[in-house]
């Protein structure tokens, strides 16, 4: 009797819900059929709504944030700490017509400019990926236009709170990259005076030649034995003529375009074997 009565209830229940959902059911020999319910496929919202706008639209990532990218902060203060190791005397000059300024950013490059208290301009062109620095120079009325110094580095050595990161890598371009001039000075054929010699740094030697129709002509060669070098562009070259002269060039403390011409391998005795004629300049 009581199963008789549970029964009769579910089945009261089941159509008083189904009514109230407003379903068709059917009910007949105590079977109940109830309808299959099918869903509204999701249409895609560009076909549903052309109006329709993503609240969240995609950023488009220019790389800036990318944890080795050099920043125009990061530029300007190690174009700051470079000179300031090169050229000292040039971070010490309080004269208000000097300055550094990002000339330029984007996000493949970073121009930082230095305009000297001559006008003079040097710009440093720095691949904020790789940090790879080229120079270019401009002097009012000697250089009109911007030129190619061939100094190139890397400005990343020079990030950090104020000082070199890292050692610098040094390398001799700045000293292969030059033609150099000896000093002394002679008379060519034609009545002209010119350096007696023109000179250029080889991988392991020293050319000695002249000019000729725009093409170099090498006359001898020496032999270079070793070259230090001591700071960005101060060298030491230590070189020996095929009759077993042995000489040295080294860079002037004050002016890197200049190499002093000693003819010792000694230290201790350059004061007496120094050369001006024979010292080179470019």
């Known amino acids: 009797m009581k199963k ?29 059929e109830i309808p299959e319910i099918t869903a509204e496929p999701i249409t895609d919202r560009d076909d549903a709504d052309s109006d329709y706008e993503d609240p969240l639209p995609a950023i488009e990532d220019d790389g800036l944030d990318a944890p080795d990218v050099v920043t125009d902060e990061e530029a300007l203060d190690a174009v700051i700490s470079f000179m300031s190791s090169t050229q000292p005397e040039v971070i010490s000059n309080d004269d208000y017509t000097e300055y550094f300024i ?15 208290y001559t006008a003079s301009q040097t710009r440093f062109y720095i691949d904020r990926a ?22 190139e580095f890397n400005i990343k050595n020079y990030i950090g709170d104020g000082d070199i990161a ?32 023109e000179v250029r740094f080889a991988e392991d030697a020293i050319e000695y030649g002249y000019d000729e129709d725009d093409k170099f002509v090498l006359d001898h060669s020496d032999k270079i034995c070793s ?17 077993g002269v042995q000489y040295t060039y080294r860079t002037a403390e004050d002016d890197e375009t200049i190499l002093e011409y000693y003819g010792t391998w000694d230290e201790s005795k350059y004061a007496d074997n120094y050369s001006g004629s024979a010292s080179l300049f470019r």
């Open 4 to 32: 008789n009565i549970l029964i009769s209830m579910s089945l009261l229940m089941v159509i008083g819900i189904t009514a109230c959902g407003n379903a068709n059911v059917n009910v007949s020999d105590n079977n109940i």
């Open 102 to 116: 990002v000339e330029s950013s984007t996000p493949e490059q970073i121009v930082v400019l230095y305009r000297s």
């Open 130 to 151: 790789t940090g790879e620095t080229k120079v270019t120079e401009l002097v009012p009325g000697i250089i009109d236009e911007e030129t190619e110094t061939g100094e």
């Open 166 to 197: 890292a050692a610098p890598a040094y390398s001799d371009d700045s000293l292969m990259n030059y033609i150099w001039y000896t000093a002394s000075i002679i008379t060519d054929k034609d009545g002209n005076s010119r350096p007696e010699w």
């Open 227 to 243: 070259i230090d070098q001591f700071s960005e562009h101060g060298f030491i070259v230590q070189a020996e003529t095929a009759n």
